[in-house]
Nanobody, 124 residues
Framework: QVQLVESGGGLVQAGGSLRVSCVASGRTISNYAVGWFRQALGVEREFVSAITSGSWTTTYYADSVKGRFTISRDNAKNTVNLQMNSLKPEDSAVYYC????????????????WGQGTQVTVSS
């Protein structure tokens, strides 16, 4: 079992930055691909970003966040971070991290372990 806890959400003005973190316990998170998803009120959950497992990682981003968000691992802290810059009001949502053992990183159906989420609100 992997337990995931997100932190770092909050309220920020448009154009500002936030870093959300996903701390894992129970198992080594570097053995899993980790994805970030978000869900705004009344909207389906959507893929934001993901990073593959292992020593040589590959990162993936939704087109809507490419160039603004950066995903990274801190294996010493068993953590995956999502640095979010140039935030827009449409980035407001609950952000979830999830761990994937196998399968496509793009689909939330393939992720086995989920955190409880952290709220990000961007004011205009």
């Amino acid at each position: 079992q992997v337990q995931l806890v997100e932190s770092g959400g909050g309220l920020v003005q448009a154009g500002g930055s936030l870093r959300v973190s996903c701390v894992a316990s129970g198992r080594t998170i570097s053995n899993y691909a980790v994805g970030w998803f978000r869900q705004a009120l009344g909207v389906e959950r959507e893929f934001v970003s993901a990073i593959t497992s292992g020593s040589w990682t590959t990162t993936y981003y939704a087109d809507s966040v490419k160039g603004r968000f950066t995903i990274s691992r801190d294996n010493a802290k068993n953590t995956v971070n999502l640095q979010m810059n140039s935030l827009k009001p449409e980035d407001s949502a609950v952000y979830y991290c999830a761990a994937l053992a196998r399968g496509s990183i793009w689909s939330d159906e393939n992720y086995t372990y989920w955190g409880q989420g952290t709220q990000v609100t961007v004011s205009s």
